[in-house]
């Protein structure tokens, strides 16, 4: 019995402390997944962007390199638009609210181009809402 707990232990999650010391519970072999995205593989850099996400609320250290990384690589609109949030907040970075608007003006244009004519009602309202983020960010430069 206790092998059987002790393997489900340490097969679902591992601790790992951010950079102020707090702990967070993340899958196991994030250890790993570091090192494969070190290494150049792509899908390990996604895995680590996408921790920022998750229900967890662990911070990764390298957040801000990956997400710059992918998002200079592969210019999607959920990539820019998180690169645009860590900028204007700060992470990993020191808050650039000047490249937030940059971002956001960039997903706009995005989601401009991707949108169907006439738009949708989703479509409007999601031109909208970056419109808004747009809004909020020039309030601060």
């Keep these: 019995m206790f092998r059987m707990m002790q393997k489900f232990w340490n097969t679902e999650t591992e601790m790992v402390q951010d950079k102020e010391g707090k702990s967070f519970m993340v899958g196991k072999g994030y250890t790993k997944l570091v090192q494969r995205a070190e290494r150049g593989n792509e899908e390990a850099q996604y895995q680590i962007v996408s921790l920022y996400n998750s229900d967890s609320g662990y911070v990764p250290e390298d957040l801000f390199k990956w997400t710059k990384h992918l998002a200079d690589i592969k210019k999607?609109?959920?990539?820019?638009?998180?690169?645009?949030e860590l900028y204007e907040k700060g992470i990993g970075t020191k808050p650039m609210p000047s490249k937030a608007l940059s971002c956001y003006e960039t997903v706009y244009n995005i989601a401009a181009s991707q949108s169907s004519y006439p738009p949708t009602p989703e479509q409007k309202e999601h031109l909208a809402s970056i419109r808004m983020l747009i809004k909020e960010v020039r309030k601060k430069i």
Excluded: G, K, P, V
Excluded at 76 to 84: G, N, P, V, Y
């Design 76 to 84: 999607t609109e959920d990539l820019i638009l998180q690169l645009a």
